[in-house]
T-cell receptor, first 113, second 114 residues
């Protein structure tokens, strides 16, 4: 089975812009979660989608949003980018009934200038 | 809320040395516990897991035992290799099982020298 894929792998934006990141889960996985990884804060949970519905949300401002499509692919969007949004954004998917075991993609590294 | 505490790093060992990375947690209920590893420039890979008290997870020579009485899940390996150099994260899942959220420790960088 192909693993979790994320596009793009690298992205450079300027403050105030918006960005959309994409994630394709492992085939058959219906849950997709997003995490932000920074040197200072470590790995922080952003949100989780299951069957096109947001099932859980972390403590991030409303500038961070996401959605999931009927084929389980997911996108996350960050509007009005700030310098502090520079991070590695990781997507993870899990199989039905095995929610705790997540499989991660390689991440999208976002640099905000 | 849930939290995971890992020992401070980084850790530098010689090849074939014994490895212990401490991890303790705070959670309500009975979460599942995980160790993930991140190699340079890559995402996280699941190393091992344990889903209930006294379970031992193992993979690639690494082991960790779910200790409910001490709320710990320490990672051990008897003989490390240079290829084990990476960042290691301890994590726990939501005990309700209703969602997939993982709570991570801050991670610890392991460097193994030949």
């Amino acid at each position: 089975k192909a693993g979790v894929t994320q596009t793009p792998r690298y992205l450079i934006k300027t403050r105030g812009q918006q960005v959309t990141l994409s994630c394709s889960p492992i085939s058959g996985h219906r849950s997709v979660s997003w995490y932000q990884q920074t040197p200072g804060q470590g790995l922080q949970f952003l949100f989780e989608y299951f069957s096109e519905t947001q099932r859980n949300k972390g403590n991030f401002p409303g500038r961070f949003s996401g959605r999931q499509f009927s084929n389980s692919r997911s996108e996350m969007n960050v509007s009005t980018l700030e310098l502090g949004d520079s991070a590695l954004y990781l997507c993870a998917s899990s199989a039905p009934g095995r929610q705790g075991t997540q499989y991660f993609g390689p991440g999208t590294r976002l640099l905000v200038l | 809320g849930n939290s995971v505490t890992q020992m401070e790093g980084p850790v530098t060992l010689s090849e074939e040395a014994f490895l212990t990375i401490n991890c303790t947690y705070t959670a309500t209920g009975y979460p599942s516990l995980f160790w993930y590893v991140q190699y340079p420039g890559e995402g996280l890979q699941l190393l091992l897991k344990a889903t209930k008290a006294d379970d031992k997870g193992s993979n690639k020579g690494f082991e960790a035992t779910y200790r409910k009485e001490t709320t710990s899940f320490h990672l051990e390996k008897g003989s490390v290799q240079v290829s084990d150099s990476a960042v290691y994260f301890c994590a726990l899942s939501d005990a309700s099982g209703a969602n997939s959220k993982l709570t991570f420790g801050k991670g610890i960088t392991l460097s193994v020298r030949p």
